[in-house]
Each structure stands twice: as structure tokens, then as C-alpha cells.
């Protein structure tokens, strides 16, 4: 089969989600069986073992944690050795070359980056690859995957610091959502009323801000008008420090995938 999937979890499944919606030939795996049985079914694809998957398939992508890659990779390696399979990697802080090291064997590998967005083809996935990957290769792997969202290639050593906003960063913007939600629930707002501005209105800036061509500060200034209600509003994150808070946020997320990869 052309793809195989070890590790059917949150990313996993949502890559294979997007992935399915070019091709059906896909076979999952996850040491809970049920969880790619479920999957298979509901994709149109197969399951199997983590042996079947390397047995059987061209470009194999592994979606488990960092923490336990060094033991799921220990009995594949004569497989590995044998079939010699691309390999797309998207455990957080693991190089290449660290990966390499775990398998006993140089294959061709594609390290991603990518978020949970990917599920529903919003995604932004950072990317880089070995000199055993072909442009062919890429390509044709850039096109299977269209439909999680945005790639973006990195060199190698800029991808944790990627990661750290683009990784990471949904989790934050669902922190603000759900804060500036409370706010309008406080002022009088349905729950879902709340929640639904605040994400739309997230949705719409982000938007903005990617098409406008402007600095995200220019356009924050275009929206307060002087002595106006938005003002007030800025005023207040100002002097609770959000900015300071954010960069923070990113720069301990950053130290994490560092010390995931050592």
C-alpha cells in the first residue's frame, strides 16, 4: 500500500482523516487495536499490525509521542533494514538525524510539524526531509496531503521554533476564545452566543492579517478609534501584560521541544 499509519491518535487520525480524502490506500495501526479498526472503517481504508504496516507499505508515518518512539521503533528495525520504507516522522523535538540513530538504518524521512487544525483542512504544517527524499518525492507528498492545509518547508533547525507557534499555538487561541467568551457571557451573552463570536471573529482577523499585507499592530491600530470601547479594551491587555505573557507562553513551549530531543 502506499501509505501506513503506526500511531492512530489526535494527529494521526486527523493526518489520515485529510489523507484519506485523496486516497483510499492506507493501512492504520495503533497498539490499541480497536482505535484503528474504528478509523479503517469509518476512512474506507484497512488495519493492521505495526509489522503489517511496515510489510506492506511505501511511506510509513509514525504518530506517537517522542517519550515512547525509542520503543516502538526497537523490534521494527530489521524491517525497517530490509524494506527500506519513507519514513514521515512527527514525534516534537526529534531530529533526523536522532531518529535515524533510533532506527539503525538511514531511511528516506520526512520530518512534519503539523497541528490539529489539519483535521479540518485548516491546518499549517512545518516540514523538512533528508537527502534521501527526493523533489519528486515531496511533491507527490505535498499533493496526497493537500487537503490538512498549509506546508511550510523549514530548515531543520528552525522547525522547534516553528513548532512552538504553530504547534502549540491552537491550544492558546483556544485559551483566549474561551476568555473572551467568559467576558461576553459576563456581559450578558448565551454561552454558545460568546463562544461563537469570538471564534468567528478570530477566524476573520486571522484572515485578515494574512491577506492585508499589513503588520498584525497596523491592524489593531485601523480597529481603535480614539476615546473609543476598543481602546479601553487594549488598555486592558496592555496592563495585564498579555504580549509579555504570549511570548512566554511560546518561548517555554520552545524549551520543551528542546529538551524532548535530547
Excluded at 50 to 68: A, M, S, T, Y
Excluded at 70 to 93: D, Q, Y
Amino acid at each position: 500500500m502506499k501509505y501506513g499509519f503506526i500511531g492512530c491518535g489526535n494527529m494521526g487520525g486527523a493526518l489520515a482523516t485529510a489523507l484519506s480524502k485523496t486516497t483510499k490506500d492506507i493501512m492504520l495501526a495503533d497498539y490499541n487495536e480497536s482505535k484503528a479498526r474504528d478509523l479503517a472503517q469509518k476512512l474506507g481504508c484497512k488495519y493492521g499490525t505495526n509489522d503489517d504496516v511496515v510489510l506492506n507499505c511505501e511511506r510509513i508515518f509514525l504518530g506517537v509521542k517522542p517519550q515512547v518512539m525509542e520503543n516502538v521503533l526497537a523490534p521494527l528495525k530489521e524491517k525497517f533494514n530490509n524494506k527500506k520504507p519513507l519514513i514521515v516522522t512527527m514525534a516534537a523535538g526529534i531530529k533526523i538525524k536522532t531518529f535515524e540513530e533510533l532506527c539503525g538504518v538511514k531511511l528516506p524521512t520526512i520530518r512534519i510539524m503539523p497541528n490539529t487544525p489539519v483535521s479540518v483542512g485548516k491546518g499549517m504544517v512545518l516540514f523538512c526531509a533528508n537527502e534521501l527524499v527526493s523533489e519528486e518525492q515531496i511533491s507527490d507528498f505535498l499533493s496526497d496531503m493537500r487537503f490538512s492545509g498549509e506546508f511550510d518547508h523549514l530548515p531543520e533547525e528552525l522547525i522547534d521554533a516553528g513548532c512552538s507557534v504553530s504547534g502549540c499555538g491552537p491550544a492558546f487561541m483556544y485559551m483566549f476564545i474561551d476568555a473572551l467568551a467568559e467576558g461576553g457571557v459576563a456581559c450578558g451573552l448565551s454561552r454558545e452566543q460568546a463562544v461563537k463570536y469570538a471564534a468567528i471573529t478570530m477566524q476573520g482577523a486571522a484572515e485578515l492579517a494574512l491577506k492585508s499585507g499589513k503588520e498584525p499592530e497596523q491592524l489593531r491600530i485601523e480597529v481603535c478609534s480614539p476615546g473609543g470601547s476598543t481602546i479601553e479594551g487594549v488598555k486592558t491587555f496592555e496592563n495585564g501584560g498579555l504580549k509579555e505573557c504570549a511570548i512566554n507562553a511560546v518561548k517555554a513551549s520552545y524549551k520543551r521541544n528542546k529538551e524532548l530531543g535530547n
